[in-house]
């Protein structure tokens, strides 16, 4: 069967792209080896009670800002987003607690009052912040108009944070809520921290009934517009001939034919797909398989006693001491985590569900990585409840009692992203991106063939709003630049369309 796009992998990224080419009119086919898509956004069920995998709020949804007009021709703009708290992001460090405002204006106003000597920083650090945001989608203009953000990938994010505050705590409380990216002092280019923490300083939002039902939207629009979503369909090779993909070949024998392939997988599984390929020169493939991966995640998911803690509508981050940028060291207890409640869908006034989430380097995970699921043993069974162990109590600083409210948890880890969603390492943000070598590790969404085309958090950047903006790239490389920038900038998202609880 043959199809005009066949996308593999039904992650965000390659989600967003099999909606946008099935509104453009194409004939697309999206396969996911899963028995559930959504990738890292998917839920999961657990008794009664659904769980959020990594989504837990996105930014810049307000009308006239970054994401709302991507969010209205996807159809997301009607889920049930709840705007949070002004001052969305509570910061404790070494026991003093500090907090982050959404709305750039908000945001030097209630830092300025706490770091008053530090005032003119934090204006021209938030204009910084403001134009990445304006900034993000520019390449997507048509020819000669577009103003590149590149400078930004290969200035060091730690350099310029050091350059231009002299107060080591303000850096720490700047950084604080960006548990969101991997803080590496030697790599992270300021445009990753500038929005990875910008978007969401325009406005942040939780999703009521979680993260869930921004993939099955997506799935639901796809089919309306005459695309397919399979899942258990696992892509075995990707068969070349005469420098292109001429058929997709699946685990079960089925084949496909399509003009065009996206691949939303890591670059490095992407390759390993291409087993007797001539083109995709072995320069390529070593460059991907070199390429390192950044941290995973351990996320403690807890049910809490109904009508036990009072539902917080803003996010908490808990470090023991100061130094944020170097607080994870591996195989040493906890010592910083997020803290992200669950908007209650009944309407109550308190919170059911509670995710902490802490950094886990795979070396920590990597000697059960060759065993199966509940095959690991006793010991990777009592480091996990270790580890679960000690987020809660670091949790108590902030949540005191929090012990005992649980009525259950859930423990994931890296091993746990990578067996159900297949990230190698169970990366939670793709790509180490490195400033001082940006043409290596930003990733163009093309490859060495032509018709097979990349999409995903591993490319240029990673969470809801980078992975969509990835997307519109993907996309632009087969409907043209023109057609995208129309696209984002149509006038068919009406603000009644938006659902606000």
């Known amino acids: 069967m043959k199809y005009d796009v066949l996308i593999i992998g039904a992650g965000l990224g390659g989600l967003v792209c099999g909606h946008i080419l099935s509104h453009a009119g194409l004939r697309v086919k999206v396969l996911e080896q899963g028995t559930q898509i959504g990738g890292c956004i998917q839920s999961y069920r657990r008794g009664r009670q659904d769980y959020d995998t990594g989504f837990h709020y996105v930014g810049g949804l307000g009308e006239g800002q970054s994401l709302h007009n991507v969010f209205g021709r996807l159809g997301l703009l009607s889920l049930p987003w709840q705007r949070m708290d002004t001052d969305f992001e509570h910061i404790r460090i070494g026991g003093r607690d500090f907090h982050l405002s959404q709305g750039f204006d908000n945001f030097v106003r209630d830092l300025s009052a706490e770091f008053p000597h530090e ?25 000669g108009e577009a103003a590149s953000p590149f400078d930004l990938f290969e200035r060091n994010a730690w350099a ?35 929005h990875g923490n910008g978007n969401y300083i325009e406005s942040s939002w939780r999703l009521k009934a979680g993260g869930g039902q921004i993939a099955q939207t997506l799935a639901e629009g796809i ?4 695309g397919e979503v399979t899942c258990r369909a696992a892509v075995e090779e990707l068969v070349e001939k005469d420098g292109r993909i001429a058929l997709v070949r699946l685990d079960n024998g089925e084949a496909y034919e399509a003009a065009t392939v996206i691949s939303d997988l890591h670059p490095a599984s992407t390759c390993a797909l291409l087993k007797r390929s001539e083109r995709m020169k072995t320069a390529y493939r070593h460059r991907m398989a070199r390429l390192e991966n950044t941290f995973g995640m351990l996320t403690v998911s807890l049910l809490l006693r109904p009508d036990s803690l009072p539902y917080f509508n803003h996010n908490r981050y808990v470090y023991r001491r100061p130094g944020v940028w170097g607080f994870y060291r591996p195989g040493e207890p906890v010592s910083g985590l997020m803290i992200s409640a669950r908007v209650p869908e009944d309407g109550s006034l308190h919170a059911r569900q509670v995710d902490l989430l802490t950094p886990v380097a795979w070396e920590e995970c990597a000697r059960w990585a060759e065993t ?81 085309l990349l999409t995903g958090q591993n490319l240029m950047l990673h969470g809801v709003c980078g992975v969509t903006m990835t997307a519109l790239f993907t996309c632009a490389e087969i409907l043209g630049r023109e057609w995208m920038w129309r696209y984002i900038g149509g006038e068919e998202n009406k603000r009644e369309n938006f659902n606000i609880y």
């Not at 204009?127 to 304006?134: E, G, H």
């Not at 231009?164 to 992270?188: H, Q």
């Not at 089919?223 to 005459?226: A, K, L, S, Y």
């Not at 902030?398 to 969603?421: A, F, K, M, Q």
Request: aromatic residues 8%; positive net charge.
């Open 119 to 143: 005032r003119d920083g934090i204006r021209r650090y938030a204009d910084l912040l403001r134009n990445t945001v304006d900034q993000q989608f520019s390449l997507l203009r048509p020819q």
């Open 160 to 194: 310029y944070l050091t350059e231009t505050f002299r107060d080591p705590l303000l850096i720490d409380v700047l950084s604080g809520a960006s548990l969101k990216m991997e803080l590496r002092k030697e790599t992270l280019p300021l445009f990753t921290f500038c």
């Open 223 to 226: 089919r309306r517009q005459g």
């Open 372 to 452: 199966t699921v509940g095959h690991r043993g006793e010991d990777y069974a009592a480091w996990k409840n270790r580890k679960a162990d000690e987020c809660i109590a670091l949790a108590e600083e902030t949540v005191p009692g929090l012990h005992g409210l649980i009525e259950r948890r859930y423990i994931s880890t890296p091993l746990t992203y990578r067996d159900y969603t297949r990230t190698p390492q169970g990366t939670a943000y793709g790509l180490r991106k490195d400033a001082g070598n940006a043409l290596s590790t930003l990733l163009s969404v093309r490859t060495p063939l032509p018709n097979l």
